[in-house]
């Protein structure tokens, strides 16, 4: 990364704002972490993978649905760094069906323009897995109608924590910061800021997910297991969203005068 380089902020943007913000109309970073495959699958008498399975299928309706609610970036909490500590059993199939994912989606995300990246690291995931993310992510790169962003392998105080040791000494900006975190997480720009995230399966929590990026993010819990989650259920986060008054610890617009 080029330290030196000026961070870019639009004309007329508040000093202190925060960075790679969506100001513009252009669209929204919705963030999701799905959770609830296992109930789900145990609640119908299934195995977990089987959970996962239909949460694939619910990852792909999403993955579809999201630009129609104004969605320009869409991040998928799909494996934590820590869902290394479940059943080797567990780990290795959804390592396979991550494979599979990324093989059978490619077309699809050419044909609506999706650009597909995988954020995390990449260093302790199965070689097939790595093969299949470059390709895809080469596959997709012109994709400019959607930003999907697959998070594996991720931890978000893991990420904060190497490109704070890579930052040590240079006094960054935080712009210059969001740039760093995206390198060490391999994205292909900079971090950028959540505007919505979205938790499906009843727990309220963000399991080391996006700590930088969601520092103004509005949260959003559902009940609903993420193998039921709809296109219809992403319009009522997003219509809850727009219904919201962002601050960003300023004050009511009312109360400004
Ligand atoms: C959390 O539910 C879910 C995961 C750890 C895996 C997420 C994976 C998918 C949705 C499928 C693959 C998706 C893509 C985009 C390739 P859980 O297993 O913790 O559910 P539980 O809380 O009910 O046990």
Not at 5 to 16: D, I, L, M, N, Q
Not at 108 to 127: E, S
Not at 181 to 208: A, C, F, K, M
Request: net charge positive; hydrophobic share 40%.
């Amino acid at each position: 990364m080029d330290l030196a380089r000026p961070a870019h902020r639009p004309k007329g943007k508040v000093p202190h704002a925060p960075e790679a913000r969506d100001e513009s109309g252009a669209g929204l970073h919705v963030a999701i972490i799905m959770d609830g495959n296992g109930r789900w699958a145990v609640s119908r008498g299934s195995s977990r993978p089987a959970g996962h399975i239909e949460g694939a299928r619910t990852a792909r309706r999403i993955v579809e649905a999201a630009p129609q609610c104004g969605i320009r970036v869409l991040t998928l909490y799909a494996f934590s760094a820590d869902n290394w500590n479940r059943p080797q059993r567990e780990v290795a199939m959804l390592m396979r069906l991550f494979r599979r994912y990324l093989l059978s989606e490619v077309d699809r995300c050419i044909a609506n323009g999706v650009r597909l990246t995988i954020i995390g690291r990449r260093d302790r995931v199965p070689g097939e897995v790595r093969k299949a993310i470059e390709s895809a992510e080469a596959a997709t790169s012109e994709g400019r109608t959607l930003d999907l962003r697959i998070a594996v392998d991720y931890s978000a105080r893991d990420s904060i924590l190497r490109a704070a040791r890579r930052a040590a000494d240079h006094h960054l900006s935080r712009e210059q910061f969001s740039r760093l975190l995206g390198e060490v997480e391999h994205d292909r720009g900079p971090s950028r800021e959540v505007d919505l995230l979205i938790r499906t399966g009843g727990e309220q929590r963000l399991s080391d997910f996006l700590l930088w990026e969601c520092a103004y993010a509005e949260l959003y819990f559902s009940d609903i297991l993420w193998p039921d989650f709809s296109a219809k259920d992403l319009h009522a986060a997003v219509a809850e969203f727009h219904a919201r008054e962002r601050r960003f610890g300023g004050v009511p617009a009312a109360a400004a005068g």
